[in-house]
Structure formats: C-alpha cells, structure tokens
C-alpha cells in the first residue's frame, strides 16, 4: 500500500468517487477466495432495502431515471440532459433523492418540462411494470416528487419544535407521529421485562384504522424479496467459511433473516463476537440507526473484509490495555466499567461494501450497538486502512492543506504525522471509544432522542483525542512522539470548524450527527478555552484560521467535556443532550462559513467521497470447479450502478 496510485475516477456536482486497492486479497487460499466472494454477493443483495427506507418513491424514480438514461432517443450532448446525467448520479450516490449527509432532497437541476421531453423521447415498451401498477401513474408520481419542493422535503429531521417523524421522509414510519411510535416503544419495553432486544430496529411501523402495527423485514413479509437471495448466498458462503464458529453464526444470521426473531439477532451478535481466529469477517443486516430521528430503526448495510495481521498490531495492542484507558479516563468512577470485557479491534481491508457503507463509507466501525453486548460481551472494532489510505492518497496536494492550515509548523506536522496520528485516532474511537463507560440501570439509548447520535459519536471522538496526547501511547510504541499527537489535534480543529463547512450550503445550519459532533467539541473549546486562549482565531489576508497555543491545556478541556458528554449518556439526560447539541453544534458563523466557500471554491474540490467496488469473478475448469476467484476494478461509477440495479434490482416498487 505504500505505492503512490490515482485513486480517482470521477468527478460530479460535490462528489468524487475513487477506487480501493483489496491488498492481500491474492494471497488468500482458494476457499478464503470463495468465502469473500459469496459474501460480497450477499452484500449487494440488499441495495434495493435500504433505497426503500431511505425513501418510499426511490425505488420507483431509480427505475424510470434510469429507464431514461438507458433509452432516451433525443440529444444526449445538451446541457440538459447533462444535468440530467448530474442528477442521477447524485441519487445514486446517495441512495435516494435525498442528500447522504444534509438529508434535504437533492434538486433535479432540470426543469419539469424538460423531464416530459425526456419522458416523450423515451421507449418504454421494455420497461417493467407491476401489474396492480399503470406507467403513466408512476411517471407522474415520479415527476410530482422531483419538482413539488413541498414535498418529501427532508430525509430525517431532527428540528426540536416539529413532530420529528411527520417531519421526516424516510420509511421507517407510515402515517404515525412521534408521540405515537415513542409510547408505542415505551409499551413493547416495558412488556418485555428483563429482555434486552432491541424493539423496532428491523421493521417499519405502520398506523391503519387507528391502529399501529409492525411490518418487520424478513423471509415472507416486507423486504422478503431482497432477504431471501441475501440468505441464499450468506448460506452458500458459510459451505466456505474458515472455522466452525463462522459457520455457526452464519446459520443464525439467517434464522434472524427468516424470522425476524431480535432475540436471534443478539443471539448473533454474540456468537459473532467470540470469534476471533478467520482473517475473513463481515457486516451483514439492519444496523446502524442515524436514519431515524428516533434513533430505533436499523438501515440496512453490509460489508465484507480482510484483516491485516500487520497493520492490526497497533489495534491489538489497544486492545491489551483497554483496562488501562478505562481506570484512567477523566469520567466520573460511578460512569467507569469495573470489568472491561471482550474488547478486541482490528485493522481491515475491505473487500466489499453495501447498503449503507456504499458509495460513501465509514473509516472505522464499532459493533454491536446493543449497550447489554456491550458490557457483558465486548465489542468488536475495525479500522479500514484500504479506505483511509485511498483518502490520504486523494488529498495529497490537493491544495486543502496549504488553504486552511495556519502555519508552515503545522503543515509540516500534518504531512509527517497526518496519515498515522489520523488512523490511530479512529482506532481510539472505534476500539475503545465506544466501547467505553457504562450507562445507569434503567437507562436506555432512545431516552437521548434525536440527540442519542451526536452524543454518542462525541463521546468516542473525545476518548480518542484525550489519549492520543497521552504519553502512553509513545509507551505504547504506537506514536513516535506526541508531536505526532499534535497533528491530530490540528487537524481535528481544523476540519471541525473551517473545512468541513464546505459540505454545507450557505445559510444552512449542521444536520448530519458526526459532523455536528466535531463542531460542538471545537466550539466548547474555543469557549471554554478563550479566557486561557488555549485555541485562537487568526486573520491573514483577511483569512480565518485556527491556532492551538496550548495543546496540554486543550488536552485538559477535551478530558472535562468527556466527563460531561458521558454522565449525559450515563443518566440519560435529554435535556442537557439537546442543551450541549443546540448550543455547540448546531450553528454556524455565515460570516465565516462564507469565506470558507469563497476559499474552497477556487480549489475545485469535491467535498464528499465515495468509492466504487471491485468486481469478483469465480473461475472454473471444464469440469466446472471452481479453480480461482480473480478481482477486477470496476470501469466506471455508471456501469457499476447500472449493473447492480440489473443484478440486484429485487424489490417491487412499490413495498407496503
């Protein structure tokens, strides 16, 4: 991975896709070989679930956009029908019309009477239609959605004042409203007693005849169609899995597809956790809950990796010593564990992404999310180097750098310790991170609401920040020096206050939950910092940027907010939740914001980034054995996202 590569593929509107080399993928035997592509193909299987909670239209204006792409007959080099082209894939990108991360709908960039000449330029006579469905109809709905800017107008809101699930547009809730689902939840908890399941993370709730009802994804009810070949394939992989153990949780990953049952489910994640020995692991199933303002419903997501035992080193060694960092941490002793269990972390390579890991992917993963797992089994948490080395290799000399950091020191430090000081920082994060504290009996992770998130994602990036300025980890051996540590911490204030401001359109305030979470801790500190001035605002030029004058003290004010942010989750405090929230990070500076547009826009940058995946394909004698399984990359995001409508286009569109 050290060879420096062109990375990109493509740029469009505010995206560029790049690939993902899979080191070490030729090395594998033959049946790790096969194993990685059975699950690869389960990971893909539900592409069409998530578009559908993304959004109930998706499916339906997927089909007849790229019905159109494929067919239209009228001129295909007018500026029109390039922004045609843009739009599409920008809800490819996004699966759906809304944004990945500002979750407002994406708009279409065209004009209404455009989309009919495209219509009335099309042939539809391939099309495939439903039969309880008319074409026309759906072209119609299909055109009200696009260019009705009432409607469908944000994915998740997570406004205070407004009926959060009324004012979202997702599909995890069918006419019902957020007193509704909330007492709903509040009963299915308080009947089940003891039991630990997660209620509602895998189904969509539904109110008929004033009555509310669960429609839960599995084999023979919502989604079977999707579920059912995702089965097919996990079970053909586990004929190829590399020890018992994956077999096992493999068999049970599909009870829980087939029936739907959460107690299989943790069942699952249990048996996932204790194994430890496969270099091949995966992510399969309804999982993380940033996609419901109430933070109970699981998007779909899917990913298939391969450790790298070398790289993994600086994880395990976290690991060893995750006591360590809990006795030590600055949280209040009543919100520390007693007993640090199962911990383990991992670096990986993925070797697939789906669902809601692709395009746009995480660095770093932290599961299960159940907080009972969690304490009384462990965790299991990954860093994706092949991702976070694609990133690194992308940002060399783009001109961001050299843009928004203040001084020459700085800029010297980022390009000397960037790379290493970023990754240990999401190995913090997601190893120990999360998997750190404990919350007060009779405390559950919904009490936070539509804040849960924030919170949450705060509390991981403050342990991480705490002791990557720890001389244990130059003890350690996983620093050269807290200088290293100190690019980190620029870098993290950075991005936090100046350039992630790029992703947001003037006049807009935060609304996706990592990002609010880096402002609220940059803005505490600056706050809490100033009469100190631990961290200053700087001009030159007539330019904004931020300078670290004391980096033990910023140290210090990271260790006091942790305590903060984790006796709120610890007590399930709502109110200083939404307080901390609304008040850090939630706003921003318009003065500053638009100067940090002015400056990224001369750069012509791409501020987000997603990733294409490469393709497997199974080799085989005349026999028809299977004698190699060979990787390709994929020749462009269009063919790629055409293909997998074609292969993995299961669903209906329309799912009630």
Not at 173 to 178: D, I, T, W
Not at 550 to 555: E, L, T
Not at 627 to 653: H, R, W
Request: include cysteine; proline fraction near 2%; charged fraction near 25%.
């Amino acid at each position: 991975m050290k060879e420096e590569k062109n990375v990109l593929v493509e740029k469009f509107a505010d995206i560029k896709i790049l690939r993902y080399e899979v080191p070490g993928f030729e090395q594998l035997s033959l049946q790790q070989k096969i194993y990685i592509y059975y699950l690869s193909i389960a990971a893909c299987c539900g592409r069409d679930i998530l578009w559908d909670q993304n959004n109930r239209y998706n499916l339906r204006i997927r089909a007849i956009l790229e019905h159109i792409f494929v067919n239209y007959k009228g001129i295909r080099t007018s500026e029109e029908f390039t922004a045609f082209v843009v739009y599409l894939k920008r809800i490819w990108f996004s699966n759906g019309i809304h944004h990945h991360y500002s979750t407002e709908k994406i708009p279409a960039g065209f004009s209404s009477a455009y989309f009919d000449q495209l219509v009335g330029y099309t042939n539809w006579k391939t099309f495939e239609i439903e039969k309880d469905q008319d074409l026309q109809t759906t072209i119609q709905q299909v055109k009200d959605i696009l260019f009705d800017d009432t409607r469908e107008t944000k994915r998740v809101c997570l406004d205070q004042g407004k009926d959060l699930l009324h004012a979202s547009s997702n599909n995890y809730y069918q006419n019902v409203s957020q007193a509704e689902a909330e007492e709903f939840y509040a009963r299915k908890k308080e009947a089940s007693g003891d039991n630990p399941v997660s209620h509602g993370l895998n189904s969509t709730l539904v109110k008929t005849d004033e009555q509310l009802e669960e429609k839960v994804w599995r084999s023979q009810s919502l989604y079977s169609e999707a579920i059912c070949p995702t089965v097919f394939y996990l079970e053909k992989a586990k004929l190829y899995a590399e020890n018992e153990q994956q077999k096992r949780y493999i068999e049970v990953l599909c009870d829980y597809y087939r029936s739907g049952d959460l107690q299989k489910f943790d069942e699952y994640n249990i048996l996932w956790l204790q194994e430890q020995a496969g270099q091949i692991d995966f992510v399969n199933g309804f999982i993380e809950v940033y996609g419901d303002s109430l933070g109970i419903k699981g998007s779909w997501e899917a990913l298939v990796n391969i450790k790298d035992h070398e790289a993994s080193i600086r994880a395990e060694v976290l690991s060893r010593h995750a006591h360590w960092f809990e006795d030590h941490s600055p949280v209040a002793p009543r919100f520390k564990k007693t007993e640090v269990k199962g911990v383990s972390a991992k670096v990986i390579h993925a070797a697939m992404l789906g669902g809601d890991c692709y395009p746009a992917t995480p660095i770093g993963i932290n599961l299960p999310n159940s907080e009972w797992i969690r304490e009384q089994y462990g965790s299991k948490s990954v860093t994706i180097e092949n991702i976070t080395y694609s990133y690194f290799l992308d940002s060399m000399k783009n001109g961001m750098l050299e843009e928004f950091a203040a001084t020459e020191e700085e800029k010297q430090r980022a390009q000397q310790f960037g790379y290493l000081a970023g990754n240990l920082h999401t190995d913090l994060h997601e190893c120990l991170g999360h998997g750190s504290g404990k919350i007060n009996k009779g405390v559950k992770t919904e009490d936070l609401k539509n804040y849960y998130s924030t919170i949450e994602e705060t509390r991981a990036d403050l342990f991480a920040l705490y002791y990557i300025m720890d001389e244990k980890m130059v003890e350690l051996g996983l620093l050269p020096s807290l200088d290293a540590a100190k690019a980190e911490y620029d870098a993290y204030l950075r991005n936090a206050l100046i350039t992630q401001l790029t992703r947001i359109e003037a006049g807009k305030n935060i609304e996706e939950s990592h990002m609010r979470n880096r402002q609220l801790i940059a803005n505490w500190i600056m706050q809490h910092g100033a009469d100190s001035k631990t961290v200053e605002w700087v001009s030159n030029d007539n330019k904004s940027f931020v300078i670290i004058r004391n980096y033990q003290r910023m140290r210090e004010l990271v260790g006091k907010l942790l305590a903060e942010i984790q006796r709120i989750k610890s007590e399930g405090d709502f109110d200083a939740a939404r307080n901390i929230v609304e008040t850090y990070g939630v706003k921003i500076d318009p003065k500053l914001h638009q100067e940090v547009l002015e400056r990224f826009k001369k750069l012509n940058i791409a501020p987000y980034t997603g990733f294409l995946n490469p393709e497997y394909k199974l080799i085989k004698n005349q026999e028809g054995e299977i004698t190699d399984v060979t990787i390709e990359q994929a020749a462009d995001f269009t063919s790629q996202m055409l293909s997998y409508s074609e292969k993995f286009g299961f669903l209906p569109l329309v799912n009630e």
